[in-house]
């Protein structure tokens, strides 16, 4: 059986229900509009999601996480929801009433309330009363169109956990000591370069100024927040940042500096100019100048650098990327990073992907952050992003940032330092073929 619902579809559903996948059980066109084929294919299969389609275009139903049954009764779900899709994007109805969340009829398809039904009786028909414990809007919904031309339900699987870490990690006080000493000692390779410069680029309220809050964080001892982070829907960093980290209080600047930007947006004119990311690779731009999305930096401004050094240029690159958005990212924000990255490549600068907020994206490296490399669907994320941005799995490495704690989690900690390790090794990459190049150079002399 070939499922109707689109792939983007499936992911923008999956993104709503955690580390999730869906298996069709059963195609109405193929078993029949009938309650009887339906609960011959469905009752008793754990979490489902059921969806309706008609002729006038509209993709709409429900999820629930109880088992579907023949007993006539209500079933309470707390966690029950409609949905319908409006072009791709997923409009969410949850349930008013959790103890009439769904209802289990013989002779019916998908019953949700009162509200919604999927095939009644032997009728490819859908019932409609909104208000029924569920509120909606009918023509939104499903454009007053009660005609089904196909129903289908799919069973909602977790993703199976791996019994040994298919990314090897030593989760030891001692280990985070040592990685956070060899920080503090690294010196780059190129005697005029005493910090490599780290360049975050990622979408709005992907965690970037969190990134830096996080890491100045592990070396201050306690959880700070100097850059300005937080949720909204445009970018809240409107300067070009440098931060230098310090090992602990008054203490010296740490031989890294983390470059935050604005938040990368899909729409032309909104968010950080691919033209300002140039200048910024190629150390033009000043400390906290000033972002206009719709207008790139000029030569002639103030504090534009013409003659930058290397020590004022980016020596790596890293995409900072929700773990909870890799399956979802709109197409044009993926052809912006495609767009940057084709520039970084021409540059020869290194580069890695910041997956962050991986708790949020499974439950299962929700309870133990020291899950994240035994979760499958920690995994296929960072596979699907290898994919859409055209970068090494072993070029990605998953985070989770401070953000509404108080005190650190050594665990946590390990995460972030690692993420400054891999930087700091492909810098020093960097560093050696730019030594090459100038060693060829002198030869050829």
């Not at 409609?128 to 069973?155: K, R």
């Not at 985070?176 to 780290?198: E, F, G, H």
């Not at 499974?362 to 994919?387: G, H, L, T, W």
């Amino acid at each position: 059986m070939n499922p109707r619902l689109t792939r983007s579809q499936q992911k923008s559903i999956c993104s709503q229900l955690g580390s999730v996948k869906l298996q069709l059980l059963y195609k109405a066109s193929i078993h029949g509009f009938t309650g009887a084929a339906f609960h011959q294919r469905c009752d008793n299969q754990g979490p489902t999601l059921s969806v309706g389609y008609n002729a006038s275009g509209y993709v709409f139903g429900g999820y629930t996480r109880q088992p579907f049954s023949q007993s006539g009764q209500y079933v309470h779900d707390d966690q029950a929801f409609l949905f319908t899709f409006k072009q791709e994007n997923l409009l969410k109805n949850p349930v008013t009433g959790p103890a009439n969340a769904v209802r289990m009829i013989a002779n019916s398809g998908p019953y949700f309330g009162e509200a919604l039904v999927l095939v009644i009786g032997g009728q490819a028909k859908v019932h409609s009363n909104p208000g029924n414990y569920y509120n909606f809007n009918a023509a939104e919904m499903h454009g007053n169109d009660l005609n089904l031309t196909e129903c289908e339900v799919y069973q909602v699987e977790a993703f199976p956990e791996f019994e040994k870490p298919w990314r090897p990690m030593i989760w030891e006080t001692e280990k985070r000591t040592k990685m956070m000493d060899s920080i503090k000692v690294y010196a780059p390779t190129v005697n005029s370069v005493t910090q490599l410069r780290v360049l975050l680029i990622g979408p709005v309220g992907a965690g970037k100024s969190s990134f830096f809050n996080s890491i100045n964080s592990v070396f201050r001892g306690h959880v700070t927040s100097q850059a300005i982070a937080g949720s909204s829907t445009s970018s809240l960093t409107t300067q070009f940042r440098t931060y230098s980290v310090r090992a602990g209080r008054g203490g010296k600047p740490l031989p890294i500096i983390l470059c935050d930007t604005m938040g990368l947006e899909e729409n032309t004119g909104a968010g950080i100019d691919i033209d300002d990311i140039v200048n910024i690779l190629k150390g033009h731009l000043p400390d906290c100048y000033q972002f206009n999305p719709s207008v790139s930096l000029q030569s002639e401004a103030l504090g534009y650098r013409k003659s930058p050094h290397l020590k004022d240029k980016i020596h790596c690159v890293a995409y900072v990327i929700d773990a909870c958005k890799v399956s979802i990212m709109p197409a044009k924000l993926e052809e912006k990073l495609e767009a940057i990255r084709r520039k970084v490549n021409i540059m020869g600068i290194p580069q890695l992907v910041l997956m962050t907020k991986v708790d949020e994206a499974c439950p299962f490296v929700s309870k133990d952050i020291r899950n994240i490399y035994k979760s499958s669907y920690i995994k296929e994320m960072m596979q699907e992003a290898s994919a859409r941005l055209g970068v090494p799995l072993s070029c990605i490495v998953p985070v989770k940032n401070y953000s509404e704690e108080l005190e650190l989690d050594p665990n946590c900690d390990i995460l972030l330092l690692t993420a400054i390790i891999q930087m700091l090794r492909f810098a020093d990459n960097y560093f050696d073929e730019l030594s090459d190049r100038f060693s060829n150079i002198q030869t050829k002399e």
